[in-house]
């Protein structure tokens, strides 16, 4: 039996999303229909979009592209630090430890969970970092399973297109194993940059 086009097309843009199957896509398709607010629904998802840019250079969502971090005069382009989520820059600005500039990566690597490299801005990472001026790169993914398989995806994505790659920094190992940038005060958070050490392939 097939659904009528319009629904069949509405399960397939849920399918879309990292970590949204076929059976998942079907249950919010039908959820969107049967509520009154849906229409509502449709109208933020536009107005979100409308209202808020990608920055092309750090990937992070932003009122305005280049966004307001990337565009200070007064922070350090040469250091980038890589984190999961657009929540993590806040963490880690609110900390107020860290006066370079950012890449949000948009998720962390989680092939069980639908999220594959494709969804994440690696390459936007590497055309950055090959068109020159970054010296060093601070890998602050989460430490857990996820984010340390999304800083050695990173680590050799880089290795793999720079003939000579910046230095791979990640943050000290004194995080809280499993834990999140999100919940890392400063003063540990402070400890973790100053502590980071350099890693990759080549480093062991
Ligand atoms: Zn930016």
Redesign the pocket.
Known sequence: MAYPEPLEALIEAFERFPGIGRVSAERLAFHVLRDPQAAALASAIERAARETAT?S????I?HRD??E??SDAARDGAVVCVVEQPRHVEAVERAGVFGG??HVLMGALNPAEGTEDRHLSVARLVERVVSGGVEEVILATDPDAEGEATALLVVEALEAACPSPPLITRLARGLPAGSSLDYLHRGILEDALAGRRAVGPRTG
């Open positions: 920055c250079v750090c990937c992070n932003a280049p966004c971090l990337c500039r950012y």
